[in-house]
């Protein structure tokens, strides 16, 4: 069980999945569990990642032959498999002892699509119906699997998911022959229809059987949405393409959440990165950030990148990195702005702006009041008018980029740096300098000039 | 209301709430502002003896019901969760906000982190609820022959807010957890739960069942992280070390546990 355990983790961990869900589901009499919407963490691991659901594949083994999948058919590695009794054991005894929040269950492609999934539905229905469980449940579909099926997982799970894989079409067929972007998109579609509560789309009945009591009135699907992940660095797309794919979908499709996962060579393979490349993670920590800011700050992915700079700023996250070059836009009367301008000012975050809304009826604001109330007056300054500061800090534009320099940028390191093409905007790139600090003074001063002026 | 006049006497209570609101009461009926409140449990040493406020719960339901009447429900609903948390001279802070709560009546309420005293509350307020939310993870049950058993050692007083949660979650099991810190135990069976006194609770030897699922728990753990992306100091900022001591995956591994193969897999392969 144990050498299962890891051969089976190895393989879905690098698979990115939280649990902050919209899934809120009280437990049921007789039964285990429950969901919060939040989500919950219930440990970090080494590398700093929160760990929320016992993450695992049914099997290691697969028919099909990703070139970047350390399951592919031609990998030489010892295949194992989780029968569905074993797998829903393990969930709810870790599950009592609160190790984790639930399940997010992936696998390889046994046999066939089809029989891959009826096994993956038989664990989820063995927690549901035989274990009453009301813990959370992330299921990845296999592409490919016909729609009744995913149909019956999603009615069972909390959220489905499909990988997109790759940003485009072209990679996709380069690196993994055996999916097309139709049987990813398709299901996706599906599922969005099904999650609307569009029964007639979908001319399934749910095998009522296969349900817990309760839901077999009213079948829902996936309560919790739908997620995709896409791996990023293996393949040549840009930042902006792949911001405005994340963005097609949350439009299209209302997905909940796109994962970026930042490519590790794991394979030798003529169209991959070498083995010894390092995984692009300074890039993916900029996806996350312009990722949030589409979906809770009210941004457009055509604002922070455009085609002629089609790569994020390695210096300064992606809101600072707008508002210096938006002068136009500041600064902003905290006294009076509306809630989606404050969210656009650096150093004020959803906490802050929603205090300041609240509180400001009632007392005028200065700097003093703002910092106690959340907001990062080393970068906030230059932008906002205030009670003491009327008039606003007029400061040259190299003050203002170096006090917006993205800390984290040290903690990433040099190497991180050397991954990055932030082409289009006259920044040093690794190779011309000797060293982070140099490279940061550098910066600040292009910045400085060409945009704060 | 007469104001209080600042005098140098210290008050000593139980530590209860209810003795924390008879503070209150006296302070108002002697017109004076005590120097400090201090809970009999963690008595300074002092030049001159405090003064002792006996507990009269008739004395600490008018306090307590003129806190929500005459300021308003949110001034209790902060005063009994500042009350819990572990912010110093928590009983003094409370009692300047409660004077200028009944000076000033709701309004100043609104001013809230704009305002330097209100800050101060809400910051203890938001840091034992996080502390709380953070614990809801990081609890850490055993299995001990069918009951769920946990310890924590949490700065604020964290039970009741966990109550809720884990009787939710685990509402048909038996369970308890353990804080040693505040000498407390939030105990749960099917129907209910309550949180009872506990100087000491002595854990039951481990059985192989539980030590089977503690050992496939830490190597999950181990096996998860990626390699070559290990980032202690992100993992200490969402998990600071204080509360590794109570969690499976983190202890150091002792001598090796063993290790129960299921017999027969059926192997579909
Ligand atoms: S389908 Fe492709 S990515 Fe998925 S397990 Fe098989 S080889 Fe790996």
């Given at each position: 069980m144990m050498e299962k355990l890891e051969y089976l983790v190895n393989g879905a961990k690098y698979d990115a999945a939280c649990t902050s869900s919209g899934a809120d589901r009280k437990a049921e009499p007789g039964g285990i569990g429950s969901a919060v919407s939040g989500g919950c963490c219930h440990s970090f691991a080494a590398d700093g990642r929160c760990i929320s659901l016992l993450k695992v594949l049914m099997?290691?083994?697969?028919?099909?032959?990703?070139?970047?999948?350390?399951?592919?058919?031609?990998?030489?590695?010892?295949?194992?498999?989780?029968?569905?009794?074993?797998?829903?054991?393990?969930?709810?005894?870790?599950?009592?002892?609160?190790?984790?929040?639930?399940?997010?269950?992936?696998?390889?492609?046994?046999?066939?699509?089809?029989?891959?999934?009826?096994?993956?539905?038989?664990?989820?229905?063995?927690?549901?119906?035989?274990?009453?469980?009301q813990g959370y449940i992330?299921?990845?579909?296999?592409?490919?699997?016909?729609?009744?099926?995913?149909?019956?997982?999603?009615?069972?799970?909390?959220?489905?998911?499909?990988?997109?894989?790759?940003?485009s079409e072209q990679s996709l067929r380069q690196l993994a022959p055996d999916k097309t972007r139709q049987a990813i998109l398709a299901p996706m579609g599906q599922m969005h229809q099904w999650m609307q509560g569009n029964r007639q789309a979908l001319e399934i009945q749910a095998p009522a059987h296969r349900l817990p009591a309760a839901r077999r009135a009213a079948p829902r699907f996936a309560t919790a949405g739908q997620a995709t992940q896409m791996i990023i660095g293996a393949t040549p797309e840009s930042d902006y393409q792949i911001l405005r794919l994340a963005q097609g979908l949350y439009h299209k499709y209302e997905l909940k959440r796109v994962f970026y996962s930042a490519y590790i060579p794991v394979l030798e393979h003529s169209l991959l990165p070498a083995l010894d490349t390092k995984p692009p993670l300074l890039r993916e920590h900029r996806l996350y950030q312009a990722d949030f800011l589409l979906r809770q700050y009210h941004f457009a992915a055509e604002e922070l990148l455009a085609p002629e700079a089609p790569n994020f700023n390695p210096y300064l996250d992606p809101k600072c990195n707008w508002a210096l070059l938006h002068p136009e836009f500041f600064p902003i009367d905290v006294q009076r702005a509306g809630k989606e301008t404050l969210l656009r000012v650096p150093g004020i975050g959803s906490r802050s702006a929603t205090r300041i809304v609240a509180e400001r009826r009632s007392v005028k604001l200065d700097f003093a009041a703002l910092k106690r109330m959340g907001v990062v007056l080393k970068r906030a300054q230059y932008f906002i008018l205030a009670a003491d500061h009327p008039?606003?800090?007029?400061?040259?534009?190299?003050?203002?980029?170096?006090?917006?320099?993205?800390?984290?940028?040290?903690?990433?390191?040099?190497?991180?740096?050397?991954?990055?093409?932030?082409?289009?905007?006259?920044?040093?790139?690794?190779?011309?300098?000797?060293?982070?600090?140099?490279?940061?003074?550098?910066?600040?001063?292009?910045?400085g000039r060409s945009a704060y002026a | 209301m007469r104001e209080p006049v600042p005098r140098d006497v210290v008050y000593q209570y139980d530590g209860s709430l209810e003795g924390?609101?008879?503070?209150?009461?006296?302070?108002?009926?002697?017109?004076?502002?005590?120097?400090?409140?201090?809970?009999?449990?963690?008595?300074?040493p002092r030049l001159f003896a405090p003064v002792w406020i006996e507990t009269d719960p008739a004395h600490a339901l008018r306090v307590q019901r003129s806190i929500g009447e005459k300021i308003a429900p949110r001034a209790l609903h902060l005063t009994e969760t500042v009350f819990l948390s572990c912010l110093e001279e928590k009983e003094l802070h409370l009692l300047h906000f409660l004077l200028r709560g009944w000076r000033e009546g709701a309004g100043f309420l609104r001013r809230g982190w704009s305002d330097p005293q209100l800050a101060l509350l809400l910051k203890a307020e938001r840091h034992l609820a996080h502390e709380a939310h953070l614990l809801t993870g990081f609890v850490r049950f055993s299995d001990y022959d069918g009951h769920l058993a946990a310890t924590i050692t949490p700065k604020n007083f964290v039970l009741p807010f966990?109550?809720?949660?884990?009787?939710?979650?685990?509402?048909g099991e038996h369970f308890m957890i353990f804080d040693k810190t505040h000498r407390a135990a939030l105990i749960h069976q099917p129907g209910g739960s309550r949180i009872v006194a506990a100087e000491h609770i002595e854990?039951?030897?481990?059985?192989?069942?539980?030590?089977?699922?503690?050992?496939?728990?830490?190597?999950?753990?181990?096996?998860?992280?990626?390699?070559?992306?290990?980032?202690?100091?992100?993992?200490?900022?969402?998990?600071?070390?204080?509360?590794?001591?109570?969690?499976?995956?983190?202890?150091?591994?002792?001598?090796?546990?063993?290790?129960?193969?299921?017999?027969?897999?059926?192997?579909?392969l």
């Open positions: 099997t290691n083994a697969c028919i099909y032959d990703c070139a970047y999948c350390v399951n592919r058919r031609s990998n030489d590695i010892p295949r194992v498999t989780f029968t569905p009794e074993e797998l829903a054991e393990l969930t709810i005894q870790f599950y009592r002892r609160n190790y984790i929040e639930g399940l997010f269950l992936s696998s390889g492609v046994l046999r066939s699509p089809d029989y891959t999934m009826e096994r993956m539905i038989r664990v989820v229905e063995l927690l549901r119906v035989q274990y009453r469980f992330h299921a990845k579909t296999i592409p490919g699997a016909s729609p009744e099926l995913v149909w019956q997982l999603g009615v069972l799970a909390d959220r489905l998911s499909v990988n997109i894989e790759f940003p008039r606003g800090l007029h400061l040259p534009g190299e003050t203002v980029a170096r006090a917006l320099i993205d800390p984290k940028i040290f903690a990433f390191g040099m190497e991180q740096l050397s991954l990055f093409s932030p082409g289009g905007l006259g920044l040093p790139g690794a190779g011309d300098v000797k060293n982070l600090r140099e490279a940061t003074e550098e910066a600040v001063l292009v910045m | 924390f609101y008879c503070c209150l009461f006296e302070s108002l009926r002697r017109g004076e502002l005590p120097a400090a409140l201090e809970d009999a449990a963690d008595a300074q966990l109550a809720p949660h884990f009787a939710a979650r685990y509402r854990f039951p030897a481990v059985s192989a069942e539980e030590a089977r699922y503690r050992a496939l728990w830490k190597h999950f753990y181990d096996t998860v992280a990626i390699e070559g992306r290990e980032n202690p100091r992100c993992r200490m900022t969402h998990m600071a070390k204080r509360y590794w001591e109570n969690m499976t995956e983190l202890q150091p591994e002792k001598a090796p546990l063993p290790m129960i193969e299921s017999g027969a897999e059926p192997a579909i």
